[in-house]
């Protein structure tokens, strides 16, 4: 089982729409988690960080359930620009390796 | 303006052939990480440093080989050993080496995509 596992889609959606993605992590031990965002053939980039209570930042709403293992990024009103690969990470700090653990993303395209 | 500068680009590499990857960042980060991502996959760790003359394998490090001589950089050899090394590597910073989590936002350069021959 990997690490952590996300729906690759794609998410096709009309703008306007809202969209959710769900991600699960498959080691208890994780204790940070992050949503980042990317764009086809470039570097991926922080979108938000996701705080055991929930956290929201303008239209993107970022949720953790530790008990199930899941973080969510849910979008509301998407725009055109919003079209792009979402990356769920995570990272332990109980090995000694301190590095983040990517999933493998999921692609959303917004439809005009 | 300060940030990871990678190059090239875009880079070929002939079969038996040594390449390296540059990164370079004007950050004052402490940690420097080098990640391999294949087409409709994510990221997969090659090696990492936490401090300058140390550094650590990640997941798939085999055909690979990084030194950090200096804090600022942190060069990535991919090797005749690497069979299959067609992808896009990724090179990222933090200022934070323990990724404290306060700070481990990574910051990541612009890529160098490599294809073999």
């Known amino acids: 089982r990997k690490e952590v596992e996300q729906d690759p889609g794609p998410f096709n959606v009309p703008e306007g729409a809202t969209v959710a993605f769900n991600c699960t992590y498959s080691?208890?031990?994780?204790?940070?988690f992050f949503w980042y965002r990317q764009d086809c053939r470039k570097e991926p980039k922080l979108l938000m960080s996701?705080?055991?209570s929930g956290n929201e930042d303008g239209r993107f709403t970022a949720q953790l359930n530790r008990a199930s293992q899941y973080i969510s990024l849910l979008i509301r009103d998407s725009k055109l620009s919003d079209s792009a690969t979402y990356l769920c990470?995570?990272?332990?700090?109980?090995?000694?390796?301190?590095?983040?653990?990517f999933g493998s993303g999921t692609r959303l395209q917004v439809q005009p | 303006d300060g940030g990871i500068t990678q190059s090239p680009k875009y880079l070929f590499r002939k079969e038996g052939q040594n390449v390296t990857l540059s990164c370079e960042q004007n950050?004052?980060?402490?940690?420097m990480y080098w990640y391999r991502q294949d087409p409709g996959q994510g990221l997969r760790l090659i090696y990492y440093s936490q401090i300058v003359n140390d550094f650590q394998k990640g997941d798939i490090a085999e055909g690979y080989s990084v030194s950090r001589e200096k804090k600022e950089s942190f060069p990535l050899t991919v090797t005749s050993a690497q069979k299959n090394p067609t992808a896009f590597y990724l090179c990222a910073s933090s200022i934070d080496r323990q990724l404290s989590a306060t700070n481990e936002k990574l910051l990541f350069g612009s890529g160098t995509q490599l294809s073999v021959l």
């Open positions: 080691n208890s031990a994780s204790q940070s």
């Open positions: 950050l004052n980060h402490d940690a």
């Open positions: 990470v995570v990272n332990r700090l109980d090995t000694g390796r301190r590095a983040l653990t």
């Open positions: 996701v705080y055991s």
